[in-house]
């Protein structure tokens, strides 16, 4: 199966001509995303300030996908190009996202990759905030306050969790599921963990101050949910004391933030466990990215 924003970044690479480097495709599936009416529509790539400016993970991953399916091949590790059934594929896409895909062709089809990235750092840029080049940021890096920051990443992508804990300032996340283990790109703890690290925010796993798959997979209703959470205060939290001093501790160090899975954070757990630490560390608890 290919999903539809896989198919735009065929019928982007095909508007160029059919052969992209790597650098320019992120760069232009950006553009689509930020500066078109259509921004490649609602299932469309967000992106994450890097080292060459916005980048999308989920973006790259796709294209070694669509590679596996012989819709792409890569002449050399720094470009992609379509095959005759990419070519094909990419003709599929149709409506706004189309228009919007051929108007960028025409504009950057024969430009220099570098005139791509200066337009994308000076409209863009936040986006330059981790660039390796120093001289290149625009934008500084924020420090958020001390807080016991709270964050779920239901509904987020990999890349929207990841720009949501910079522009908060955030420098540590932990990790506060028991099992954690998704379906979703980007949210098992390996991959998680290694992704935050290319932005320079520190992961860490502090599994036992979560509630266990197994214990959740039957609740019917917020009776038996506020039921969890009464059983999850009078065991873990009570039983755990030197993990949730840990995490306390930690919060005080720099702006961190607990993550979870549920975007709502009265039907999660950590919102239990966020007012234990902030009773501990004496700290207010914010909840970032809510209500959305």
Same mark, same amino acid.
């Given at each position: 199966?290919?999903?539809?924003?896989?198919?735009?970044?065929?019928?982007?690479?095909?508007?160029?001509?059919?052969?992209?480097?790597?650098?320019?495709?992120?760069?232009?599936?950006?553009?689509?995303?930020?500066?078109?009416?259509?921004?490649?529509?609602?299932?469309?790539?967000?992106?994450?300030?890097?080292?060459?400016?916005?980048?999308?993970?989920?973006?790259?991953?796709?294209?070694?996908?669509?590679?596996?399916?012989?819709?792409?091949?890569?002449?050399?590790?720094?470009?992609?190009?379509?095959?005759?059934?990419?070519?094909?594929?990419?003709?599929?896409?149709?409506?706004?996202?189309?228009?919007?895909?051929?108007?960028?062709?025409?504009?950057?089809?024969?430009?220099?990759?570098?005139?791509?990235?200066?337009?994308?750092?000076?409209?863009?840029?936040?986006?330059?905030?981790?660039?390796?080049?120093?001289?290149?940021?625009?934008?500084?890096?924020?420090?958020?306050?001390?807080?016991?920051?709270?964050?779920?990443?239901?509904?987020?992508?990999?890349?929207?969790?990841?720009?949501?804990?910079?522009?908060?300032?955030?420098?540590?996340?932990?990790?506060?599921?028991?099992?954690?283990? %998704?379906?979703?790109?980007?949210? !098992?703890?390996?991959? &998680? /963990? *290694?992704?935050?690290?290319?932005? #320079?925010?520190?992961? +860490?796993?502090?599994?036992?101050?979560?509630?266990?798959?197994?214990?959740?997979?039957?609740?019917?209703?917020?009776?038996?949910?506020?039921?969890?959470?009464?059983?999850?205060?009078?065991?873990?939290?009570?039983?755990?004391?030197?993990?949730?001093?840990?995490?306390?501790?930690?919060?005080?160090?720099?702006?961190?933030?607990?993550?979870?899975?549920? %975007?709502?954070?009265?039907?999660? !757990?950590?919102?239990? &466990? /966020? *007012?234990?630490?902030?009773?501990? #560390?004496?700290?207010? +608890?914010?909840?970032?990215?809510?209500?959305?």
């Amino acid at each position: 199966m290919i999903f539809q924003r896989q198919k735009i970044l065929l019928a982007l690479a095909r508007a160029c001509g059919g052969s992209v480097s790597r650098l320019q495709l992120v760069k232009l599936g950006f553009v689509l995303a930020h500066e078109t009416s259509s921004q490649g529509g609602d299932t469309f790539y967000n992106f994450v300030p890097y080292k060459f400016g916005p980048y999308s993970f989920t973006l790259v991953r796709d294209v070694d996908i669509l590679a596996t399916l012989g819709l792409v091949t890569a002449p050399d590790e720094h470009t992609w190009a379509l095959t005759p059934a990419g070519t094909a594929t990419a003709a599929t896409v149709t409506g706004a996202v189309a228009g919007d895909v051929q108007a960028i062709g025409r504009r950057w089809k024969d430009c220099r990759v570098s005139d791509l990235v200066d337009h994308v750092y000076t409209r863009h840029p936040w986006f330059t905030v981790n660039a390796q080049r120093v001289d290149r940021r625009r934008e500084q890096r924020p420090s958020g306050q001390i807080a016991v920051h709270t964050i779920g990443y239901e509904g987020l992508s990999l890349e929207g969790l990841l720009d949501l804990l910079l522009r908060a300032g955030i420098q540590r996340l932990i990790d506060v599921r028991a099992n954690p283990v %998704s379906r979703r790109f980007g949210f !098992h703890k390996s991959t &998680l /963990a *290694r992704h935050c690290g290319h932005v #320079a925010i520190e992961y +860490v796993h502090v599994p036992e101050l979560g509630i266990p798959s197994e214990a959740r997979s039957e609740l019917q209703g917020d009776a038996d949910r506020a039921r969890l959470f009464d059983g999850y205060r009078d065991t873990t939290l009570k039983s755990g004391q030197g993990a949730v001093t840990r995490v306390a501790n930690m919060m005080t160090e720099g702006p961190t933030a607990l993550l979870c899975q549920e %975007s709502d954070p009265s039907r999660c !757990h950590r919102a239990h &466990l /966020a *007012r234990a630490v902030a009773t501990q #560390a004496m700290l207010p +608890v914010v909840d970032l990215g809510w209500p959305r």
